[in-house]
């Protein structure tokens, strides 16, 4: 028997509206896809630049706590060896001196030097064996100051790498407990520039493990994750940038006028060893080379005592104008 039209009809429609929902599902299907795909891409991308902004800032840290501590254990030792066998030193009795005493180093400031110096050498036996990684990371970013605070004599090293251990930022940066394992990515970014990177975090997950039966409104939803973590990440690269950009010009600083230093500290030997430690008896050039050497000692130790982080692992605002005010100051000096 003939099977009626409206059935065949009716059977042909139902089977072209399956076929539109298939077409539709595949369609969402491969638009779901394509999304997660995108999402993944930008979440990888943003990973990849702050890791790489990262390292990138942890080296020039790193460099620059190395840095401090080699013309602490390598200048300012032998200045202060130097130093210390002289008598009697008064620079308003020499003429032309007296700008001089707007740098050079009170005994405050001298004995600093000298427990900041102790210290240092104390860390340099350490470098070479990388057993020193977290105090060198907090020596590069806490001010001389800061490090004195924190390390009293004794423990100092301890209490450097303590600070490093405990400080998510420094942990971002490559010191403390982010080689123990510890905070790493997340922490750190959590804590750089205030931001709170945990939530958007979450999408490396969904994006990554993301099934063929995503639908497309979960895609989207990953995407505007990815573009949110994106965003977070940017702004955290920017920081370490900034940070980076900072320590590479308080370590071209500190070597320049380490390279001033030297000298000096050499010729202030040698004038000792000619003249004797008796300062009263000097020529007002040998006076002038003691109170210059003493004003390079007191310009560093500014450097020194210049934090380049804050405690929210923000840029501190005085390292932004200490270099250009001591150069400053220097050049009406020296």
Do not use: W
Not at 94 to 123: H, I, P, R, W, Y
């Amino acid at each position: 028997m003939p099977i009626p039209f409206l059935f065949i009809g009716a059977a042909i429609a139902t089977g072209a509206f399956g076929a539109g929902k298939s077409i539709k599902a595949g369609l969402d299907q491969k638009d779901a896809n394509d999304t997660n795909e995108r999402a993944d891409s930008i979440v990888k991308g943003a990973s990849k630049k702050i890791e790489t902004c990262r390292k990138n800032c942890g080296a020039a840290i790193d460099n620059l706590g190395a840095c401090k501590i080699s013309i602490l254990d390598n200048s300012i030792r032998p200045f202060i060896d130097e130093f210390e066998k002289l008598n009697h030193v008064e620079l308003t009795e020499s003429k032309g001196l007296n700008e001089l005493q707007k740098m050079v180093l009170d005994k405050k400031n001298f004995t600093e030097l000298k427990e900041l110096q102790s210290m240092a050498t104390s860390m340099a036996g350490g470098l070479a064996s990388g057993a020193m990684a977290g105090a060198i990371t907090a020596f590069g970013a806490y001010g001389a100051a800061g490090a004195l605070a924190t390390a009293s004599t004794g423990t100092a090293i301890a209490s450097l790498s303590g600070a490093a251990a405990t400080n998510a930022t420094l942990a971002f940066f490559g010191g403390g407990s982010l080689a123990a394992g510890g905070l790493g990515i997340a922490g750190g970014t959590a804590i750089l520039g205030g931001l709170v990177a945990g939530p958007a975090l979450a999408v490396l997950g969904v994006v990554v493990g993301a099934k063929a039966s995503a639908n497309k409104d979960k895609a989207y939803s990953n995407l505007a994750k990815a573009r949110e973590f994106k965003e977070e990440m940017d702004t955290a690269s920017s920081l370490c940038m900034g940070i980076r950009k900072r320590a590479n010009m308080f370590n071209r600083f500190l070597v320049s006028l380490n390279s001033v230093f030297e000298p000096l500290i050499y010729d202030m030997s040698e004038i000792i060893k000619n003249r004797g430690t008796d300062f009263r008896t000097f020529t007002d050039d040998e006076k002038n080379t003691v109170a210059e050497a003493m004003a390079m000692a007191g310009a560093i130790k500014s450097i020194l005592d210049t934090p380049i982080l804050d405690d929210d692992g923000n840029l501190a605002p005085e390292s932004e104008k200490i270099v250009e005010t001591t150069r400053e100051k220097l050049q009406g000096a020296v």
